[in-house]
């Protein structure tokens, strides 16, 4: 069976610093990589996805994420932050079997302080 | 744009009552999914289903069931509501041969 572990439950950071947030991931066959973002009060919304092709994947808001295999690791980086990105990352891998059903992290919360 | 809108935006019921979550989505999606979040745990699969009057369990079934009887609507249904089940529900849908779902805005269950 699939898992997914963030590794940070929360990561504060100030306003136009660097941020990366960890994805690791475990699964014995090719998998399919998601961040999604959630803002509060509300649902969750598609940041990115790995489904084939590039390693590097980029996404809405300046985000981007590297597929590692070798590492299981899918990680969120963006060169700069904004207070706006205060939000909850989570992500999610799907192996592609029936129902397309998605894993997910248990979530990691970015704070950007001024 | 896909809409997916949920019937409730907070819900507070009493312990023993029968719960009703509505989910509507709007892009003749195929699947649909009802997760439960709860802080440090992510989302967990209740249910799902993959066209109209199939489902299937996910990860945490346990005292809840689902209908579907029309492709655009996903019930989930909380027979005899605990404390335990106070959570955020969130549905979502997805076309068939794809992987990336779409989400509501979440119904914030407090059964008391």
């Known amino acids: 069976a699939q898992s997914v572990t963030q590794l940070d439950s929360q990561v504060p950071v100030f306003e136009e610093a660097p941020v990366e947030l960890r994805c690791n991931y475990s699964?014995?066959?090719?998998?399919?990589l998601f961040w999604y973002v959630q803002y509060p009060n509300q649902g969750l919304q598609l940041l990115l996805k790995y489904l084939s092709g590039s390693t590097l994947v980029k996404g809405i808001n300046g985000f981007e994420a590297e597929f590692n295999k070798s590492q299981t690791s899918f990680h969120l980086r963006k060169p700069s932050v904004h207070i706006s990105d205060t939000a909850e990352y989570f992500c999610a891998v799907s192996e592609g079997s029936g129902g397309n059903m998605l894993t997910f992290g248990g979530g990691t919360r970015l704070m950007v302080k001024p | 744009d896909v809409k997916v809108t949920q019937s409730s935006r907070y819900l507070v019921k009493r312990t023993g009552e029968k719960v009703f979550l509505e989910c509507v989505q709007d892009?003749?999606?195929?699947?649909m999914f009802w997760y439960r979040q709860d802080p440090g745990l992510g989302l967990r699969l209740i249910y799902f289903?993959?066209?109209?009057?199939?489902?299937e369990k996910g990860d945490i079934p346990e005292g809840y069931s689902v209908s579907r009887e029309k492709k655009e609507r996903f019930s989930l249904i909380l027979e005899s509501a605990s404390t335990n089940q106070t959570s955020m529900y969130l549905c979502?849908?997805?076309?068939?041969?794809?992987?990336?779902?779409?989400f509501g805005p979440g119904t914030r269950l407090t059964v008391t």
């Open positions: 699964s014995s066959v090719s998998v399919y």
């Open positions: 289903s993959y066209d109209v009057k199939m489902k």
């Open positions: 979502a849908s997805s076309l068939k041969r794809t992987y990336e779902q779409y």
């Open positions: 892009m003749d999606h195929e699947n």
